[in-house]
């Protein structure tokens, strides 16, 4: 069976200085490779292509009997209106008798969707074990679909949603993703690996742990395989782990830096990592490996807005983590929701307090975003009509009686002043990260707070 995988344009485009592979699409065309399909994938986004360049692709390049579109399933790529795009790429693919797919967050937490974007079938949560079921059914048939557990289709005009399917794939039965399905000239110089799916936390504002369930990770050798094949195929440099959490198992993460050096692997590494998983004598060993980046969600320096959004971690220790963390020698980025529930004036003293007494290397500052499966997107969009991932906003969300907007903006902006007072840039638009070397401070670091998407690999060389 032919099928195109789409990775859609975004509104506005993506930024091809921040561009990395969409690794959990690609892994999904391996997947079905094995099955002995005629697989292509299409990345509208950084191709800056339309609908009209889409037809334009499939009239002189590849006739597809299936289409899967991505939206929010691993990696969070899009906004909002990228919604408006899939809409009309799956009008197009139908006018061409092109059966679509539309996996991710979005058609899961809200599979009545389907009505307003006119794919074919939807599947709810995880895709390996259903999408198989889906490609050996009959599109037409509603005695065939509706034996297939975790997904929604439409009938004469009556959406279906069958029971989920619960069952987990086992991440070591993946294959290598097949970057060659790519062009990875498209992207920038360092490459993505997911070995893991899900948190061990259950974050108010996170949508990972609902998603994915329990976590689970691939093993230490099955990660380093994928290494090893990354840098004798593409001369891989660095490469960072997109996991969720990467170091919720902390043996396996021992294994896989055991094994790196035991093989003489010489690589740079980095990973999304929690307060609560840390582990001093790992996170040595990790660097020891190569690991050479961290990234933590504190979100607040509030114990108060952390309890009341379900980030359980211990502000003072946090602290200490990553004092700790970069002393050993790691680059830390952080992350703060300014604007999360509950926030007021003296709250957002102690995140400024948090931030210039722990001054991580990368500040990434944000607003809330509401997400669909999210305990906060359940809580607020429906009583305040706000639509899902309301993102890239450059003000605070939420109006809040006891703290303005304008009174937050007001402790931000002295925030601000503090930090380029310590050698710090601000990075406001991902034109900043077009020449690196002008964010390089007297000292020669590269220190920032960002409010746009941060760019990955920055200094993992030393």
Known sequence: MNILLINPPNIPFSEQKLLIEPIDIITLGTYLQEFGHNIKFLDMDCKKLNSDDLI????TNFKPDIAIVSYDYHIPLHTQKALENISQICKKL????IKTIMIGKTVTYDPKIISKINFDIGIIGETEKVIIDILNANFNSKEELSKIKGIVFKQNNEIIVNESCGEKYDLDKLPIPNRRLADLNDYIDIRSV????????????????????TWRGRTAENVVKEIEYLINNFGTKKIIFLDDNATVDKQRMKEISELILKRNINIRLGCLSSINTYDREVFELMYKAGFRWLHFGIESGSQKVLKNNSKNFNVDYAKQVIKEVKKIGYRVRTSFIYDLPTTTKEDMYKTIEFILETEPDEIRGHFLTLRLGTAIYEQYSKEKEIPTQYIHSDKPLLENPNYTNKEMIKDINALIENLKKRDYNIVRN???????????????KIRFLSFCPSRYGIDWEK
């Open 194 to 213: 997911l070995t893991s799916r899900g948190c061990a936390n259950k974050c108010d504002f996170c949508p990972t742990h609902n998603y994915w369930g």
């Open 430 to 444: 991902v034109e900043d990260w077009e020449d690196l070397e002008k964010l390089r401070n007297r000292e020669g």
């Open 94 to 97: 139908k006018s061409y008798e």
């Open 56 to 59: 334009k692709y499939i009239e």
